[in-house]
T-cell receptor
Framework: QKEVEQDPGPLSVPEGAIVSLNCTYS??????FMWYRQYSRKGPELLMYTYSSGNKEDGRFTAQVDKSSKYISLFIRDSQPSDSATYLCAMTATLGNNRLAFGKGNQVVVIP | EPEVTQTPSHQVTQMGQEVILRCVPISNHLYFYWYRQILGQKVEFLVS????????KSEIFDDQFSVERPDGSNFTLKIRSTKLEDSAMYFC???????????????FGPGTRLTVL
C-alpha cells in the first residue's frame, strides 16, 4: 500500500462551488497533515496544516483529519478562479527534520 | 518577504555528466531539504540537512548524490553521473525550528528543471 494516496484526477468546478479534496495514508506515525498549493512553475506553498485529528478552518478553507480512518480532506468554499492550482496533501511524523510525504496532487480549475 | 531561490531554473545535461543544483535558503533557517518531482509523479523526499550534516536520506539518495553547504548561504545538490531517470524538477526547501510543539513550515523554492539527454 502506498504511503500517501491522492486521486490525481483534475477537477473543474464553476466559480462559487465547493471543492472537496482528500487523501488517505497508511503510516500510523504521521501526526502533522498539510495541504500545499502549487501554481504552475512555482514550488509548493503551505496552505494549511493540522496536528492530529480534528478540523481547522482558515477563511474559505477547511482541513479535516480523521486519524482513525487515515483520511484527510480539504474543502474550499465559494471557490474563486484564483484558487485554480494544484493541491498537494503532505504529512510527516516528527518535528525537526521532518521528511514530508506527499500525495500526487489534484489540479483544480475554477471556471468563472 | 524572504524566499528560497534556486538556480538555474532549467538545466540540460548529457547522460553521465555531473550537475550541481544551487539553492539559497531563507537566511535564518536551519534545516534544509531537497525534493524531486518526476513529471506526473509525486514530490519525493531526497535528503534533509542540519548542522552541516545529513539528517535523513531516502533510498533515492544513493552514492551518485551529495549535498553541501559550502559557504553558509548556499545549499547545493550534486549528481555525479546523471542518468535519464534523473530528469525531474528538483525543489529545495528550508525551515526554522519553531519549538517543540509547533510544525516548522518548509518553504519551497521555485525548482530547477533538470533534463538529462
Amino acid at each position: 500500500q502506498k504511503e500517501v494516496e491522492q486521486d490525481p484526477g483534475p477537477l473543474s468546478v464553476p466559480e462559487g462551488a465547493i471543492v472537496s479534496l482528500n487523501c488517505t495514508y497508511s503510516n500510523s506515525a504521521f501526526q502533522y497533515f498539510m495541504w500545499y498549493r502549487q501554481y504552475s512553475r512555482k514550488g509548493p506553498e503551505l496552505l494549511m496544516y493540522t496536528y492530529s485529528s480534528g478540523n481547522k478552518e482558515d477563511g474559505r478553507f477547511t482541513a479535516q483529519v480523521d486519524k482513525s480512518s487515515k483520511y484527510i480532506s480539504l474543502f474550499i468554499r465559494d471557490s474563486q478562479p484564483s484558487d485554480s492550482a494544484t493541491y498537494l496533501c503532505a504529512m510527516t511524523a516528527t518535528l525537526g527534520n521532518n521528511r514530508l510525504a506527499f500525495g500526487k496532487g489534484n489540479q483544480v480549475v475554477v471556471i468563472p | 518577504e524572504p524566499e528560497v531561490t534556486q538556480t538555474p531554473s532549467h538545466q540540460v545535461t548529457q547522460m553521465g555528466q555531473e550537475v550541481i543544483l544551487r539553492c539559497v535558503p531563507i537566511s535564518n533557517h536551519l534545516y534544509f531539504y531537497w525534493y524531486r518531482q518526476i513529471l506526473g509523479q509525486k514530490v519525493e523526499f531526497l535528503v534533509s540537512f542540519y548542522n552541516n550534516e545529513i539528517s535523513e536520506k531516502s533510498e533515492i539518495f544513493d552514492d551518485q548524490f551529495s549535498v553541501e553547504r559550502p559557504d553558509g548561504s548556499n545549499f547545493t545538490l550534486k549528481i555525479r553521473s546523471t542518468k535519464l531517470e534523473d530528469s525531474a524538477m528538483y525543489f529545495c526547501a528550508s525551515s526554522f525550528p519553531e519549538g517543540l510543539q509547533a510544525y516548522n513550515e518548509q518553504f519551497f523554492g521555485p525548482g530547477t528543471r533538470l533534463t538529462v539527454l
